[in-house]
């Protein structure tokens, strides 16, 4: 969709905007505030435009925030100014609830889009600072570092991050999933460091120039759609790299305080530029050419059981009934194809590992895992034997294909209750796996490679690979990975590692080593 078309359906919200902005100049006696007023009027409802299917009610809404915005400048009484502040405030609240949304549709996946959620919600945190500043709420700071405070959240906290979305949106990079946290993560360090400590301001606009700098070359070396275009985002995502430096400066005189440049420069400076090249012409820029999501919606099938599982007495051999439909078992050894079709035969025997960073997190972990019976780990490295059933799920109750619950046992407590299933997407089969939880199901959609004799099943890689929570009808993807490979180490004994990463992080691993039964009974 072409966001010219996109802006002509609500130009009267623009123009309307643009007129009551004109209206507050005439009836400010501080200039300066009309570089916040700028924002609330005329680019924060332009760069809603370009990522929200505004309907009647949500203009209606923008339209009460604009009014009160301009209403403040009119209406001096300190009630009616608390009343007014608080629409504005609740405007924003609606727009972060709306990031919100659109965040727990997906989840840790897609740094763009995730980049425009978090900068939806940032606003709320603008409008947080300005109720304080229009109140003058006494937090310990300035009048005016609480407008700045709140300005900041405006653009570097909105505006941008929306930004540096729709730009994520045709550029694809490493370097770009490096930069986007960093920048996402600048301005609360910033605000922060305004707030409370000079010196963490110096460092995050340290880290932010990093962050803008790198914006600035992958946008130099990026094709845009349309000419016009690609100059108008080049010169915001430029303006920044000048103010940025000048931000720098300015931040070196609170830290150390070393003058060189004043607040009345930053403010006409400083405010200037990023209003006007970095505001308003990088929304003009996506406006020419609004670039769509490249998020596809969850499709594959998703398990209706939440809670406790009652699965039925039927048992099952296996956690698969036929393993030749996600692999080519031909490449594999018999045994490891055996332990898929008749698991049942086996004895499963593990030394959990917890990483030393997350022994800490396991005061809390462990309590709850327990109570719930549910990815409840042993927290010593001891060898144990998990003991494991395989029965039946009733196929209408979960509402995929064929389910069947692996319930793992460890001294008489259940550690693991698993509902294995399959889909396919795109012709190929993924392994599609139900963790139960209070009111909610973790799902784990596993793809399955074999590599050198050996069978691998991972989270990562394509598009339906990924671990998630499903609560109610929302799918929410999880900022965690596994991997398990299985492999044959002698001719009746089997070897796996399973490895799980939090944010890239290891966290845990579990070495299992796995014989038949009959195997066991000649070892006993």
Wanted: positive net charge.
């Amino acid at each position: 969709m072409k966001a010219g078309s996109h802006l002509n359906s609500s130009n009267t919200l623009i123009v309307g905007g643009v007129i009551l902005f004109l209206t507050n100049c005439f009836l400010t006696t501080e200039p300066y505030i009309l570089l916040l007023t700028a924002a609330q009027q005329i680019l924060v409802p332009m760069t809603l435009q370009l990522i929200m299917e505004l309907n009647k009610k949500q203009i209606i809404f923008i339209w009460t925030g604009l009014f009160s915005v301009l209403l403040l400048q009119v209406i001096t009484i300190h009630t009616g100014q608390m009343i007014l502040s608080i629409i504005y405030l609740l405007f924003t609240l609606t727009v972060a609830l709306s990031g919100l949304r659109r965040f727990l549709k997906r989840g840790f996946v897609n740094w763009a889009e995730i980049s425009i959620d978090i900068g939806m919600m940032y606003l709320f945190m603008g409008g947080i600072w300005f109720f304080i500043h229009i109140n003058g709420i006494n937090t310990g700071f300035s009048h005016m570092l609480n407008w700045l405070t709140a300005i900041h959240f405006h653009y570097s906290a909105f505006i941008l991050p929306v930004s540096i979305g729709l730009f994520g949106r045709i550029h694809t990079s490493k370097l770009y999933n490096i930069l986007v946290p960093i920048i996402l993560a600048a301005p609360m360090l910033v605000a922060v460091g305004i707030t409370f400590w000079p010196l963490l301001e110096f460092i995050s606009v340290i880290f932010y120039i990093f962050g803008i700098y790198g914006l600035i070359y992958l946008a130099m070396k990026t094709k845009f759609p349309a000419f016009l275009q690609g100059l108008l985002i080049r010169i915001s995502y430029s303006s920044l790299g000048v103010t940025i430096l000048f931000s720098l400066i300015y931040s070196v005189g609170r830290a150390f305080g070393k003058w060189y440049v004043t607040l009345d420069f930053m403010l006409i400076f400083h405010g200037l530029v990023n209003c006007l090249l970095f505001g308003l012409l990088g929304i003009i820029g996506w406006a020419i050419h609004l670039p769509k999501t490249k998020q596809p919606a969850w499709s594959f099938p998703v398990s209706n059981i939440r809670g406790q599982l009652t699965p039925e007495n039927t048992a099952k051999s296996g956690l698969v009934d036929d393993l030749s439909m996600f692999v080519d078992i031909r490449r594999l050894p018999p045994m490891i194809v055996d332990f898929y079709e008749h698991t049942d035969k086996y004895r499963l025997f593990a030394a959990v590992h917890w990483a030393g960073w997350f022994k800490p997190l396991l005061l809390i972990y462990k309590p709850v895992s327990r109570l719930i019976q549910q990815l409840n780990l042993p927290v010593s490295k001891q060898v144990v034997e998990m003991n494991g059933t395989i029965l039946s799920v009733n196929e209408a109750l979960d509402g995929r294909n064929s389910p069947r619950a692996w319930i793992r046992k460890v001294n008489g407590r259940t550690v693991f209750t698993a509902i294995y299933s399959s889909h396919k997407t795109q012709g190929r089969a993924y392994m599609n796996i139900a963790l139960p939880l209070p009111f909610s199901t973790m799902i784990g959609i596993l793809k399955l490679d074999c590599i050198t004799d050996t069978l691998e099943l991972s989270s990562t890689g394509g598009e339906d690979p990924g671990i998630y929570l499903a609560i109610g009808t929302w799918l929410f993807r999880l900022p965690l990975s596994e991997t398990f490979v299985i492999e044959q180490t002698t001719k009746r004994e089997l070897t796996a590692i399973h490895k799980m990463k939090l944010f890239g992080v290891p966290f845990l691993k579990i070495d299992y080593r796995i014989i038949t039964r009959d195997e066991a009974k000649q070892i006993n």
